[in-house]
């Protein structure tokens, strides 16, 4: 018996889910998505991504499927159906359906799926001994703080870094580091400063980033905005990225080098302490 997903309105078979052969998601990529981390049975930060959500939609003109107290009843029956204990809950709104046309009708009706995965998201060999992460010319349109479902950059640019032997890519335009392919880069500085971009076009605005940005302020850590040059990334004391299905997870080597000693730092260690703590999950 597969999983049980959620296919416009309807709580079906994952073998009996259909989606139409006109969904815009399908023929344009006009759509956006989240995905929620999943500790224990419980959604982690969901009220930040219910956000991220909605401003989604509202950039690109599609209207919110259902309430947000709705959607986030549909994830936790997802969750129960499915007895979900570590993973993630996904959800995508595309714009509706209609015949092929660049141009679409006002009058289109969205469309909403999502469902589950299981994944181990804690006590990871990752987590514990840190990732290698390969740096590539960023692709992607100019509308990144817009989670869309437009992922093929982002597809390509992390199949080549594993074929170069890295777990995941860093991103770069104009000498300057974007963001992870599919996570928010943060670099640590010699003297304590966590440095990461700020928010802009240029990026997408991370959910596990904010969330971390509040403990940060709350311990007293200095979060310094600002974008970072791939030296400067490779100079740094440490390293990590964030992620709804990695929360934070150490970086200890940039393209050719080895940040620090080759081992997550303590001040990394420190943050995904912290994190687990606030999401009630002993470290």
Known sequence: ???????????????????????????????????????????????????????????????????????????????????????????????????????YPETMVPKLVGFTQAKTLIGTRAQREGIAVDLADDPRWRRRDIKTSMLLGQVMAKQAARARGFDDVWLVEEGLVTEGASSTAHVITADGRILTRAASRATLPGCTQRALARLCETEGLHIEERAFAPEEAQEAAEAFQTSASSLVMPVVRIGGRVIGDGKPGPMTRRLQTLYLEAAGVPS
């Open 1 to 103: 018996m597969g999983r049980t997903v959620y296919v416009h309105g309807n709580f079906v078979p994952e073998e009996d889910a259909r989606i139409g052969l006109f969904d815009r998601g399908f023929l344009f990529g006009d759509a956006v998505y989240e995905v929620t981390a999943v500790i224990a049975g419980r959604m982690i930060d969901n009220d930040l991504h219910l956000a991220r959500l909605e401003r989604s939609l509202r950039e690109l003109g599609i209207a919110l499927p259902l309430s947000r107290m709705e959607i986030e009843a549909l994830q936790s029956e997802l969750i129960t159906r499915n007895g979900l204990k570590d993973g993630t809950v996904y959800l995508q709104v595309s714009r509706g359906e209609a015949d092929r046309d660049f141009l």
